[in-house]
């Protein structure tokens, strides 16, 4: 399983981010997947998921109308558009193979990590 997560990087209040997440070493299209994120200091919290097909999608209360989890299926690829960002939004966002309910504890299907900060 190899999950390999881009477009980190700084912005500023009210700036917007694309996470992409690429996928291999499994049937992408088969798995459930998810993102969560570690702010310094701070536990890992789960931010987003997304079923096989991308028809169900679920967001943390503290993203919710801010952020939109999607896959493209053809790509074996994961994305989390992130938009209205907030200074809390600053975590290092992982990349999940596992459901909602088992994302946090899944660590042996997180990705590497893309750091996104967001200051003014």
């Known amino acids: 399983v190899q999950l390999v997560e881009s477009g980190g990087g700084m912005v500023q209040p009210g700036g917007s981010l694309r996470l992409s997440c690429a996928a291999s070493g499994f049937t992408f299209s088969s798995y459930d997947m998810s993102w969560v994120r570690q702010a310094p200091g701070k536990g890992p919290e789960w931010v987003s998921g997304i079923n096989t097909s991308g028809a169900y999608t679920y967001y943390a209360d503290s993203v919710k109308g801010r952020f939109t989890i999607s896959r493209d299926n053809a790509k074996d690829t994961l994305y989390l558009q992130m938009n209205n960002l907030k200074p809390e939004d600053t975590a290092l966002y992982y990349c999940?193979?596992?459901?909602?309910?088992?994302?946090?504890?899944?660590?042996?299907?997180w990705g590497q990590g893309t750091q996104v900060i967001v200051s003014s």
């Open positions: 999940v193979r596992a459901p909602p309910h088992a994302a946090v504890a899944s660590t042996r299907y």
